[in-house]
Structure formats: C-alpha cells, structure tokens
C-alpha cells in the first residue's frame, strides 16, 4: 500500500518477517452485530470486555474472541450507538474500531466482513460472496487537484490469489459511502471508479489499515442489487438473514484456508 | 450529549468535578496545516513528537504544544497523507486523532477549528467566525427508521453562552459531510436540517467528544458562500489565507476568554 516516509525501523523490521510465519492472530472487522452473530456462533467465540481494546472503556464497541484450529480469532463490532440504539455503520465508527483493534490486538491479517450492494450488470447476485481487489471512496470529492485523489482514497486489498482461487469467490473492486443508498453523485463516481460492489465501511477501513501497515481483505456478501428493481433499504432487510449465512460459510472457509499458512501463501 | 448506558464511575466523576476547576488543558483537532499554522505561531507552540498520542508512531499525524497564561494548548492535524502529499482532510483522519488526542492529553475541552462554507441566505459573509450552536451529518442517508436519525448524528456543541456573547461570535448549526462540494442530496438534508454552516469534519469529531465524554466547540470560518456565484474550490483556495487569520484572531480570543474559567463559566 502507499509509502509512509517515517515508520520506524522496527516497524519495517516485523513487515518483512510477517509473510515467512504461520498467521496466528485474525480480527474480524464486522459493522452489524447482526453480521457478525454466524461467525460468533460457527467459531463458538465469547464476548470479551472491549476495555481490552485501546481506549475502548465504556464505549459501545463489543469484542469476541476465541481460537479456531492454530488462530486466535477476534471479531470487533462498533455495537450500538447510545442515542438511536442502533449498529453503529459507516466509515467513521469502523475506522475508530480498526484503529484500536491494530493496536491492541496487533493482528497478521484484518479481515473487514459483511454485507453490499452490488451492480448485476457487472454480473452480481444476490447471496454471492466477494473478495474486494481494492477499495475506493465514492462520496468524498474534493475538485482540487490531488485531494481529488486523495478524495477517491483507491487502495488495493492484500493480495490473495490462492484463497481467491481455492475458494472460488468472486472478485471486484468495492466502492465506500456513508449512505446507505445511492445519490447520482455517489452513481458516477461508483461507475467512473468501475467498482462492482459498494458498501459502508471498506475503503475507510482499508485507510486505517494503510495507515498502520496491516494486510487487509474484505469479504462481502451481497444483499442487494443496485441497478435491480427492489428499493435498496427493502431488498436490504429482506436479505440480511440469508446473506449474513452465505457470508459466514465463506468467512469459516477463509480461516479453515489461512490456518497453517503465512501471509505469502495466502 | 447523548446518555450511555455503561460509562464507569470514575468517569462520571472526572465529569462531576469538571465545571468548577479551572480549565487547564485545551486540544484544537485542525485538519489542515494552513488552518493551524497561524495559531501555532501565535501562541508560540512547538512541534512535538506524534509517537506521545496513543498509536500515533510512525504516522503522518502532527502535535504541537505550547503554554499560554495558564493553558496547557495542543494543535493537532492528522498531516499529509502519504500518497497524495495533500492535508488529511475529511471525517475519518480527524476522527482517529480526536480519538488519541483525547486518550493520550485529557483535555478539558476539545476545539475544532478550522474554514467552512456558509449559506449568504442565513446571513452569512466571507471571513465570519461562527461558532456552531450543534452538528449534524449530510451524507449519511440511511432510510431505515432510527438508522436515518443515527446518519444525521444530531449532537450539541458544548454550550458556551458567556463566551458567545463576549466574542460578537455568530452562531449557527454546522453540517458535516467528506466532499467539499455540495450535491443535490447533500443540499436537500442541509436545508432540511436547517444548517448554516458546511465543513467536512465537524460531525465526526462530535461523535469522538461525544463517545469519550469530552466537551468540544466549533470555531470555523468562511471562506466560501455556498449560495453565492462562484465554484466553491476556486472560493474555498483564493480565500484561504485571509480567512485563516480571521480563524487565528479569534481563536486567541477564545483561548483569552477560556483562560483563567471552568467549564460552567463559558
């Protein structure tokens, strides 16, 4: 991902250890509880107090943790925001969660899980599950010359060629929005930017993992279908339930793949 | 702000004993360096190392910290990102250094301050000082119910009549979004929610304030009218300097007025 002129030496020193061991710890980065419950369930994870998480005391954010196989296996929600009691989406809340996560947790590989929308002229369905190539932002333009770039904020996903491969998933780049629709504005970028899946929390996301040099990938699973002739919000809860299962069958095949392995086998 | 249901006693305390000591420590979260740079040369602070914020080694984060009378002052701006070169500007890089400015310095009041648009209608000029009255976000439609109020994130800034009054400030609700322009969509839920004033961090920052329990104000300046005639980014770059120095003088005003009270003085 991007060059950063100043990270310390030791910071480049466990980077290039990183790829020759066996991954040992995982984080999940998953914005509904509701999404994240399969996984919770499937890996028999308990809830452990968030205060583990930097600055996490009193805060909304739940952790589960557990071990699968040779991993030890976290997954962070940013919980319920307190005035509306509902999950607390989008870019800003994921990205406080990942931060914390990083660097509390000092995971191998993130993995940002959960639901999209996604274009079926691009040839999407509802309840497939996506690798994301790499990431852009679609509502954050700034018409000045480079904050323009830095406005779209395209960075790649680890790479993982095997598990693509392996696991037979299929793979686009993934537009990020603070909404859950989608504005003609958000439309242009999206098409401009040719992305194929769009979500809520990915790019931002990606931005902290950049930031703090952690490979991530994003696993999502479609809800919806935006060029389809359902209203986003309806086909979105419709699916929710269903998707979330195709969602954690992919996301149990993923770590049964990455147990034993290191970063570059991946 | 907003009740959480599970904050720990000391913190409640730490907030019980606040209002009547004198405030001592004063945190300005400044997303770009020309916004920050006159206040840092006017209170004479230095630049310190970012590694003293939690998480904050290695990253392109800037602190600077001076005393001025009894004020312990930080400035901190989340710096160049690294790929583009440009000021880390938007939600998501001042939510995380709100995050670790407030973990790291415990502050007895937040300041975001910085440029914004304002709507001529509302009475509004280039190089007006408001203070905003609360914020709220514009690009975060979520059409499902609460979801849409958690997208707006309606939040009060910290009430600060004396200060208001003292200074000649103008007062204003502030909404927040990551693009710099303003489309269709963003302009119906801006006039909606009765806004004044349009930046692209203040919302988010709220939130941190409000998810730690840190009271924050608003200082932002014009530097653009958004109803006026000429494109925003053109307005926004050839006003930037004059207005940031409107932003530095009252800024020191405030900081002035601050010196010396306790929260329940302002």
């Not at 030890?72 to 969660?97: E, F, M, N, Q, R």
């Not at 993130?110 to 852009?136: E, P, R, W, Y």
């Not at 989608?182 to 929390?201: C, G």
Request: net charge negative; aromatic share 6%.
């Amino acid at each position: 991902m991007g060059p950063h002129g100043d990270e310390s030496s030791d910071i480049e020193k466990s980077e290039e250890s990183r790829p020759s061991r066996p991954i040992s710890t995982v984080v999940f980065v998953i914005a509904m509880q509701a999404e994240a419950q399969p996984l919770v369930n499937k890996f028999g994870l308990s809830e452990t107090i968030s205060d583990s998480l930097v600055g996490g005391k009193g805060l909304p954010w739940v952790l589960y943790q557990g071990f699968h196989k040779d991993l030890h296996i976290y997954v962070v929600c940013p919980g319920k925001d307190p005035a509306s009691g509902v999950d607390s989406v989008g870019t800003v809340p994921s990205s406080l969660v990942t931060f914390a996560s990083i660097q509390a947790l000092k995971p191998d590989l993130l993995i940002n899980a959960g639901t999209c929308g996604a274009f079926k002229v691009k040839g999407a369905n509802i309840g497939d599950v996506f690798l994301a190539s790499d990431v852009v932002f679609h509502d954050r333009r700034i018409p000045i010359p480079m904050f323009d770039l830095y406005g779209v904020g395209l960075r790649p996903a680890f790479s993982t060629p095997n598990l693509l491969k392996e696991l037979s998933l299929k793979i686009g780049r993934l537009s990020t929005g603070d909404s859950l629709d989608m504005s003609t504005q958000d439309e242009t970028l999206i098409i401009a930017n040719d992305a194929t899946i769009k979500d809520m929390e990915g790019a931002a996301v990606a931005y902290v993992a950049d930031l703090l040099k952690v490979p991530v990938i994003f696993l999502k699973a479609v809800t919806d279908l935006i060029d389809g002739d359902k209203p986003t919000a309806e086909e979105f809860l419709q699916n929710l339930a269903l998707v979330t299962s195709a969602l954690e069958e992919n996301a149990t095949n993923v770590i049964n793949f990455i147990n034993g392995k290191s970063l570059s086998d991946l």
